[in-house]
């Protein structure tokens, strides 16, 4: 990776975005890494779209937020419309393909619009609440920002004490991780 | 949406669904507000001050003149309009925050010279906006982000009694009383009581009214009620506290 | 009992979390406050952190009362220290305004929101003035103003240095987006900089007996006379005058030969460094001036780097509040100088970038 990244993730609350952000953000600074993570927030964040700016760079990172993302990754339906904001031609746009109706919001100058199966993965193969870690994994397969190896301990450090009681659990977010990076080796 | 029947008339359907979260209790307690905004028929001469607070999220809720203030400031700014305009009926609606702590000097001030408005305050133990911080009415033992290893009373006192405060330092012909989200029909009838408290020019006219936060308590919807109805009616008493020139109810 | 930070550590936190952890580091004995986004996690992770080192903590009725009560902890010789945002700040204008006049070395750190009013909870620089200026006084303060996560922590454990040494009222500068984001920065405990921190020191009881064996301390802030009032305020400014330049501080990126100066303070210096690396890469002449201290500002410095620019170009997230500051020290310089202003919102590099190409 020789230039920086910068991906917009977006979602409902209860989705994991900012999750997915800071722990693909902790991996990213545990390999020495220059990375900087802000949440978006307001006075009506409850019900509204919860978006996280991240930016992973071998330099020091300027402006915390940035205009358009080489990377958005929208996991809801107002998700999608409200990032294609942070479209350009270069950007890479991601949304799961569970998501109905959104065929006309989509960003029509990217380069490139991606149908992600990361629910349906989740659902069938794993569990639903892995959902976001399979969208992780479909990230650092688009990009490869980060290791597979350092996503993991980045996993460990922030769930660990869930893994200590149910190890089938760390299983299944392994498992999540490496599924997510095969989908997009596929669908791209 | 088919829900339309329930609404009040003075609600603003264009602005519904509404911005708080599921659960909350400020909703139950507009409801309550708007029906008797109806019942009076006096949209057209209410005026509507939300503080900040989880209740600016009620700037667009009412159709219904509305003034969003400051943090704390809601009480003097609708207490100005009175003064110069004696036909509105001034309502203030903040939190237990902006009511009993930054803007306690406004309350304590309005009720003791008696000005003619509507104080209404929904007390749900903590700061809802900012993120649920410690309140002057969260409850002994009750652990928010700044009290996170529970409310400690030596160090910051026991939870505030508004409207026994408030009864304590307004005139004879105040208007004070605690109504519950658990018990809307009874909050209704305080509240209009209030509102004609105002309406007829009597006096200060308050009511607390006991909510749910279901966000920052961090509750199921069970436990949300549990502690609306035990834990919080261990602490503050629900009732009319004082009625000009008659008996109480409660 | 164990220090906070024991040597030196890498970490990777929010700015709020930099925030505590700096204060706890100083040595900072009591923090006093009211709730307001975005700066309430310096009071949640403090209110967590701090009962295990012995320090306090206290949550007030407002702003008002977190500002006074904080001189109050001063005054009783301890390190004490408030922080606040947006509508807080102008509440808290009235006890700084008291802690100017009084010379009491409160600190209080700023995490700038939307403005005016309660506007947004997000971000600006639009409480620039009113830190430096706010109050009915002359602006005797210190004022750091912070563009990174590690110079968040290092003015922090500063702030409370300049202003037990100086005895002027503290402020750190930052934002609701520094106060948010997380990055990467080393935090330490001063000691293993060699970094020794100023001692606090009681103004009244100060052990003794009034009248017998020490003077009674008589703190006031009021005058019967215009004289005297003068007299008062014209020490100030002869103190203040005297000290600025041991307290100036200010970055140059690129200034040498810089034919377009971006100036920027805070986070938005982050941008106008990144465009000035992207514009030199092209072979352009750009450079980038960032006063650190904001009050008192790097007069001297920036004054010379203008001059021997073509162009000057403020960027702020405000609408002219740096600019102003910037024109009143640039006086008599006769460079052209330009703005670029986003009241409110944030600025990135390539927006810089495009700007700054209208003047090469
Ligand atoms: C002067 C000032 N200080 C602080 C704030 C931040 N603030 C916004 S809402 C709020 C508290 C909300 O709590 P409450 O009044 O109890 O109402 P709730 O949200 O619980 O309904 C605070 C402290 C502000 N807007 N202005
Ligand atoms: S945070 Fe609490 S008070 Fe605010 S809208 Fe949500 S549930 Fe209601």
């Known amino acids: 990776m020789a230039k920086g990244v910068k991906i917009a993730l977006a979602g409902e609350g209860g989705q994991g975005v900012q999750s997915v952000a800071m722990i693909l953000t902790e991996a990213a600074y545990a390999m020495g890494k220059e990375a900087l993570y802000i949440p978006n927030f307001g006075v009506e964040q409850r019900g509204g779209v919860s978006v996280a700016f991240v930016q992973i760079d071998d330099e020091k990172i300027g402006s915390p937020k940035f205009k358009t993302a080489d990377i958005v990754v929208a996991l809801s339906d107002r998700a999608v419309r409200r990032t294609t904001m942070y479209c350009d031609q270069e950007t890479l746009f991601f949304y799961d393909d569970n998501i109905e109706d959104v065929e006309e919001d989509l960003p029509k100058n990217s380069k490139k619009v991606v149908a992600l199966p990361a629910i349906k993965v989740a659902k069938e193969e794993l569990h639903p609440r892995v959902f976001n870690v399979v969208v992780m994994g479909a990230v650092i397969g688009a990009t490869g920002v980060v290791t597979e190896e350092k996503a993991k301990e980045a996993l460990e450090s922030k769930l660990g004490y869930k893994f200590e009681q149910n190890p089938e659990l760390r299983e299944m977010n392994f498992k999540a991780l490496q599924r997510g990076m095969e989908i997009v080796k596929e669908v791209m | ?250 | 009992m164990t220090k906070p930070i024991e040597g030196e550590k890498k970490v990777f936190m929010t700015g709020n979390e930099v925030v505590a952890w700096a204060a706890l580091a100083a040595g900072a004995e009591i923090m006093y406050g009211y709730p307001i986004t975005p700066q309430n996690e310096i009071m949640h992770y403090w209110t967590r952190m701090a009962p295990k080192y012995g320090r306090k903590f206290l949550q007030t009725e407002d702003e008002i009362s977190a500002g006074f009560t904080c001189t109050g902890g001063v005054l009783a010789g301890k390190r004490a220290f408030t922080a606040t945002a947006g509508p807080g700040n102008t509440l808290m204008q009235e006890p700084m305004s008291m802690a100017e006049m009084m010379r009491i070395p409160t600190v209080l750190i700023v995490c700038q929101r939307g403005g005016p009013s309660t506007a947004t909870v997000i971000y600006s620089q639009q409480e620039t003035t009113m830190t430096c200026y706010g109050g009915n006084g002359e602006g005797f303060r210190i004022v750091y103003s912070t563009a990174t996560h590690q110079e968040l922590f290092d003015y922090t454990i500063k702030a409370f240095n300049t202003a037990w040494k100086y005895r002027f009222p503290t402020f750190v500068l930052g934002d609701g987006y520094q106060s948010k984001m997380r990055e990467s920065l080393s935090i330490y405990d001063p000691e293993a900089r060699n970094i020794e921190m100023v001692r606090a020191e009681p103004y009244v009881v100060k052990g003794g007996v009034p009248g017998e064996n020490r003077d009674p301390a008589h703190l006031r802030n009021t005058y019967n006379m215009e004289e005297e009032l003068y007299e008062v305020i014209m020490d100030h400014a002869r103190e203040y005058e005297k000290i600025a330049p041991e307290i100036i501080e200010y970055e140059e990126y690129e200034c040498d030969d810089a034919d377009v100066l971006l100036v920027a303070h805070g986070v938005v210096s982050r941008a106008a460094k990144g465009a000035v690396k992207e514009l030199r890469q092209d072979g352009k002449k750009v450079g980038h001036f960032k006063p650190v201290t904001l009050r008192p500002f790097p007069e001297k410095e920036l004054l010379e780097r203008a001059k021997a620019a073509k162009q000057v170009i403020v960027i702020e997230s405000a609408y002219g509040q740096l600019d102003k500051l910037v024109k009143s020290h640039l006086y008599g310089c006769s460079t052209p100088i330009a703005q670029y202003f986003r009241p409110g919102e944030g600025i990135t590099i390539e927006e810089v970038v495009q700007e700054t190409k209208k003047y090469l």
């Open chain 2, 1 to 250: 949406m088919s829900v339309q029947p329930q609404m009040p008339k003075s609600w603003r359907s264009e602005t519904k669904p509404h911005k708080f979260c599921p659960g909350c209790g400020h909703p139950l307690i507009l409801k309550a507000l708007g029906e008797v905004i109806d019942e009076l028929n006096i949209a057209d001469r209410t005026v509507f001050g939300c503080d900040i607070g989880c209740s600016l999220l009620a700037w667009d809720f009412f159709n219904v003149d509305t003034i969003q203030t400051h943090h704390g400031r809601t009480t003097p700014v609708i207490v100005g309009l009175r003064r110069a305009n004696e036909n509105v009926i001034g309502i203030a609606y903040m939190g237990d925050g902006g009511g009993y702590a930054i803007g306690s000097q406004h309350l304590v001030n309005s009720a003791a010279r008696d000005e003619k408005v509507f104080v209404l305050l929904a007390n749900n133990t903590q700061y809802g906006m900012t993120g649920g911080q410690m309140a002057p009415t969260t409850l002994p033992g009750q652990k928010t982000e700044t009290s996170p290893y529970g409310r400690d009373t030596e160090l910051t006192g026991p939870p505030v009694q508004g409207p026994e405060m408030v009864a304590a330092i307004s005139g004879e012909n105040a208007y004070v009383a605690r109504g519950t989200v658990g018990n809307v029909r009874q909050l209704k009838k305080f509240i209009k009581k209030a509102i004609q408290n105002v309406m007829e020019g009597r006096g200060f006219a308050f009511v607390e009214a006991l909510s749910l936060c279901p966000t920052n308590w961090r509750t199921n919807a069970e436990d949300t009620w549990k502690f609306v109805e035990k834990d919080m009616a261990t602490y503050f008493k629900v009732g009319e506290i004082k009625v000009p020139g008659e008996k109480k109810e409660g």
